[in-house]
């Protein structure tokens, strides 16, 4: 049976090292190997956004503004088509 050595790294630079089955990792790393660096700060993270989830709050919450203010808009425009025929 062959060893693999995972290759986790953790934030401060040390690598795991751990003796596994798992070319992916140990039985602690593996699972995280999908995930990625936040953007922003680089904090591995699983989030989708690519963000962590101090730094995606903030895109998600954005993108929400920006939906809203998109409806808001719309709203405005409709409202103004109804002023000119009434
Ligand atoms: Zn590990
Ligand atoms: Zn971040």
Redesign the pocket.
């Known amino acids: 049976m062959a060893f693999y050595s ?1 290759s ?1 790294t953790y934030i401060d630079g040390r690598v ?1 090292e ?1 003796k596994c089955y798992r070319k992916e ?2 039985h ?2 593996w699972k995280r190997r999908t995930r990625i660096p936040c953007g922003e700060c680089g904090t591995p993270t699983a989030s989708s956004y690519g963000m962590c989830t101090k730094h995606a709050g903030k895109y998600y919450s954005k993108a929400n503004y920006d939906k809203n203010k998109l409806q808001d808009k719309k709203r405005d425009q409709a409202s103004r088509v109804i002023q000119k025929y009434v």
């Open positions: 995972c986790y795991c751990k990792g140990c602690i790393h």
